[in-house]
């Protein structure tokens, strides 16, 4: 089970930060990705961690502005975003895999997991 949290209200420019804590199974063992979806538009990879690989991947429209980290004793992703802009505005999801490969990474359908989602707006 996921759990998303740190969702809200900020002004442009502003920062966020987001948590998806994972009971019942260990989140380092697992792949971990954070995605997004804007009302009318389709479920969007943020970024996350491949399996135990420390090495985070992003989507180059996240690079610079956000920045993934887990605490594997907390069992917790947490998504660090600045710079904040309207276009920023969807829900936020956290997702986990235990089965994922490398070539499918980036793409939602595949993941077993999923958080409940939560909300970010940022406002102009």
């Known amino acids: 089970q996921l759990q998303a949290s740190g969702g809200g209200l900020v002004q442009t420019g502003g920062s966020l930060r987001l948590s998806c804590v994972a009971s019942?199974?260990?989140?380092?063992?697992?792949?971990m990705s954070w995605f997004r979806q804007a009302p009318g538009k389709q479920r969007e990879f943020v970024g996350g961690?491949?399996?135990?690989?420390?090495?985070?991947h992003y989507a180059d429209s996240m690079k610079g502005r956000f920045t993934i980290s887990r605490d594997n004793a907390k069992n917790t992703v947490y998504l660090q975003m600045s710079s904040l802009s309207p276009e920023d505005t969807a829900v936020y999801y956290c997702?986990?895999?235990?089965?994922?490969?490398?070539?499918?990474?980036?793409?939602?359908?595949?993941?077993?997991?999923w958080g409940q989602g939560t909300q970010v707006t940022v406002s102009s």
């Open positions: 961690f491949f399996r135990r690989n420390t090495n985070t």
């Open positions: 019942g199974r260990t989140s380092s063992s697992y792949s």
């Open positions: 997702a986990a895999s235990a089965t994922i490969i490398l070539s499918s990474f980036r793409d939602f359908r595949r993941y077993d997991y």
